[in-house]
């Protein structure tokens, strides 16, 4: 069964840090793209960011999490991290990870109809 489970969410003041795990089974997670969404109340599913399958030689970010995130890869844990730095309360949402559906792709997008597994999330609150 393909499967992704996110931790490492939490309640974190402004202006702290939190590191996301997104741990795979079902299929190896060092052949495949793996982005990172998020979904606050009452808005779209955005991306965050992203990073290709393999050696991760590829990475994009949004412009809103430029310089505060960042996304890695072990691919012996078959584990990707988002780490987070910097938050603010515009950083509340559930965080989601996803697989592209091609395997052995050398590029990323954050784009959400390039994903066809997901997780089941992990909430982020940003808050005082």
Do not use: H
């Amino acid at each position: 069964q393909l499967q992704l489970v996110e931790s490492g969410g939490g309640l974190v003041q402004p202006g702290g840090s939190l590191r996301l795990s997104c741990t795979a089974s079902g299929f190896p997670l060092e052949s495949y793209t793996i982005g990172w969404f998020r979904q606050a109340p009452g808005k779209e599913r955005e991306g965050v960011s992203c990073i290709s399958a393999r050696g991760g030689l590829m990475t994009r970010s949004a412009d809103s999490v430029k310089g505060r995130f960042s996304i890695s890869r072990d691919n012996a844990k078959n584990t990707i991290y988002l780490q987070m730095s910097s938050l603010s309360p515009e950083d509340t949402a559930i965080y989601y990870c996803a697989r592209d559906w091609r395997p052995n792709a050398d590029t990323c997008g954050i784009t959400k109809a390039r994903y066809n597994v997901w997780g089941q999330g992990t909430q982020v609150t940003v808050s005082s």
